[in-house]
Nanobody, 118 residues
Framework: QVQLVESGGGLVQPGGSLRLSCTAS????????MGWHRQAPGEQREQVAR???????NYADSVKGRFTISRDNARNTVYLQMNNLKPEDTAVYYC????????????WGQGTQVTVSS
């Protein structure tokens, strides 16, 4: 099994910054990709950013230029640096990883709340 533990959410004013972290642990052979999704109340979950084991990244158009995803492969950890936060970034942020144990599958973290409000 694989566990994803997230941290770094909270309340921030518009224009502020937050850094999310997610660490994977368990019976891990390799991690192909790690990333972040978010879900606002009444909305569908959407992908925010993703990074592969080779360092290739993808971002949602709504966060390009404001968010940066990075990864520490040695620590099985992914980070999301969020700058110039807007009220519409308010959501629960979920970490997602594609991990190979005895098979390749996807795992999700428990979610961390990000609230952008004055």
């Amino acid at each position: 099994q694989v566990q994803l533990v997230e941290s770094g959410g909270g309340l921030v004013q518009p224009g502020g910054s937050l850094r999310l972290s997610c660490t994977a642990s368990g019976s891990i052979r390799s991690i192909y990709s790690m990333g972040w999704h978010r879900q606002a109340p009444g909305e569908q979950r959407e992908q925010v950013a993703r990074i592969t084991d080779s360092g290739s990244t993808n971002y949602a158009d709504s966060v390009k230029g404001r968010f940066t995803i990075s990864r520490d492969n040695a620590r099985n950890t992914v980070y999301l640096q969020m700058n110039n936060l807007k009220p519409e970034d308010t959501a629960v942020y979920y970490c997602r990883a594609i991990v190979t144990t005895t098979y390749q599958g996807q795992w999700w973290g428990q979610g961390t709340q990000v609230t952008v409000s004055s």
